[in-house]
């Protein structure tokens, strides 16, 4: 089992930066990916950035070039920076981590941080 618990969220004005991060904690050896979610009101739940083992990452095309992710696998950490932040930004994000053991995957959700842009 994986926890995973997030901070870093808030209130910030548009143009500005915030940096999130998510701590995973419990009884794994290594997690295949971290990734940042987000989910505004009424939405859907859509990727915003992934980092996995090898080093690779992935954006949405909507923050490709704003959003940078990166991991510390020593803390078991995952952090996403936020710059020039947009009202749309604004949603709560989810930490998302995937485990691979026994041929089979296991995903975990944190419990989620508010993230508030305004105009």
């Known amino acids: 089992q994986v926890q995973l618990v997030e901070s870093g969220g808030g209130l910030v004005q548009a143009g500005g930066s915030l940096t999130l991060s998510c701590v995973a904690s419990g009884g794994f050896v290594t997690l295949h990916s971290m990734a940042w979610y987000r989910q505004a009101p009424w939405k859907q739940r859509d990727l915003v950035a992934a980092?996995?083992?090898?080093?690779?990452?992935d954006y949405s095309d909507s923050v490709k070039g704003r959003f940078t992710i990166s991991r510390d696998s020593a803390k078991n950490t995952v952090y996403l920076q936020m710059n020039s932040l947009k009202p749309e930004d604004g949603a709560v994000y989810y930490c998302?981590?995937?485990?691979?053991?026994?041929?089979?995957?296991?995903?975990?959700w944190g419990q989620g941080t508010q993230v508030t842009v305004s105009s």
């Open positions: 998302h981590a995937e485990e691979r053991r026994d041929r089979r995957k296991y995903g975990y």
């Open positions: 980092v996995l083992n090898d080093g690779n990452k």
